[in-house]
Every structure is written in C-alpha cells, then in structure tokens.
C-alpha cells in the first residue's frame, strides 16, 4: 500500500516538474516574440572596424524589409577620442564646426578639444528660453519616428555669420538631418566648407560630397547586406 502511495506521490511531482518546464518554455518563447516584435533581430550583429576600434553593431527594425545597425558614441569614450582623431585629419581647413543635437555632441567637443578651438554651435532640437531671434528648420531622421526641429539662437547664428563652417555628424543616412544644418548655416550666412560624419550608411557612401571613416551598410530581415 505505501508502495503504491509513493508511487503516486511521484507521479504527481513527474507531473508538476513537466508543467513548470512547459510554463518556462512558453515564457521564454513569448519575451523572444516579444523582442521580435520591437524590433530586434534575435542575435544578429554586423561587426566593423571604426577608427582601429572594432564594434559590434547590433541590428535594429525600421521596416519589415529593412534593419539598420545601431551606431551608439554616447559612452563609447575610446571610439570617440579615435574616431574624432582620425577625422581631423581628413578635415578642410575650417573656423568653427557645428552639429545637430544629440548623438554627435561628444563627438564635436572632443573634435574641439584635439583641434585646440574655442568654440562649436549646436543646433538644438526644441527652442530655450534663453535663445532669441531663432532660427528654424525642419527634419526626418531613419532613427526617429516623428519630424524634429532644428533650431540656432542669435548668438549661435553669429558665431557662423562669415564663418568657414564644417558640419559633424556621427551617421549620414538618408542625408535630411545633413540638409537642415545645411539650411541653418545659410540662414546664419556661413559658409560650409566640408560635411563629415564618422560613417556613411546605405546609399550616402557613393555621395562625393562627404566626407566619412567607413561605409555602414543596410540590411534585410534575415540581416543580409543590402546591395
């Protein structure tokens, strides 16, 4: 009779360790589902050199027939130091540099810094209370979702008025965000002299117009490159 008793006994915790391993599996199947759908190609990477500092660059969701790798400088502070080296050696001969708000803000200041200049502008993405006279323009980037603003306060606008003016960015893509500093500067009646970007995604590698470290490519939904 015990034996049969223990028998059941074990049964039923055979029973409840199966349950648990299902519910565990269902779990884990439906955060991976989860993370599918926000955007995230389960372990997919594009590894690259940038600047002698290898980086993998993970890939991100715009559409179902296009992934992007993401290049985050924000924190990286050996990347940026490199990459900030090595582009001004590339660079033209220039009086201030200027950039859109926010990722390659690190990346100008230590542009700055190596150079020894004094000064960059940035052109900010919402009005301050403390800019007057403000220049506006618009702009649609691949990474956001919505269209931003671009804008330069009087004393910013000044400091480019007559001014030999090189453009940074940290990514050039479709090139919209490049086109609304472009505006910005003209507005302010500077004159641009270069446009640089640590990398150049998709089609922006063919443009001659830039200037850039490596090609980033684009990607498919199995994360292919994109010809």
Request: charged fraction near 25%; hydrophobic fraction near 45%.
């Amino acid at each position: 009779m015990c034996k049969g008793k223990n028998t059941f006994k074990h049964l039923n915790i055979l029973k409840i360790r199966c349950k648990i391993i299902v519910y565990v599996f269902m779990l884990f199947s439906v955060n991976t589902n989860a993370q599918t759908e926000r955007g995230i190609i389960m372990e997919k990477f594009y590894s690259m050199e940038i600047a002698g500092c290898k980086r993998d660059l993970e890939l991100f969701k715009v559409n179902d027939n296009l992934y992007i790798a993401a290049f985050i400088i924000f924190g990286d502070v050996e990347m940026t130091k490199a990459a900030a080296r090595e582009l001004l050696k590339k660079a033209p001969e220039y009086d201030i540099m200027v950039t859109a708000e926010s990722k390659s803000i690190p990346l100008i200041y230590e542009m700055a810094s190596q150079a020894g200049d004094s000064n960059y502008v940035i052109a900010r993405k919402a009005p301050k209370v403390y800019m007057k006279n403000i220049v506006t323009t618009q702009v649609n980037s691949i990474t956001t979702k919505h269209t931003q603003n671009l804008c330069l306060g009087e004393d910013d606008a000044n400091a480019l008025k007559g001014k030999r003016v090189l453009i940074v960015d940290d990514v050039i893509s479709t090139g919209d965000s490049l086109e609304a500093i472009e505006h910005l500067v003209k507005n302010a009646g500077g004159n641009i002299v270069g446009k640089m970007a640590v990398l150049a995604e998709g089609a922006a590698a063919n443009r001659d117009d830039i200037i850039f470290l490596e090609k980033l490519p684009l990607f498919d939904g199995e994360g292919n490159i994109l010809e």
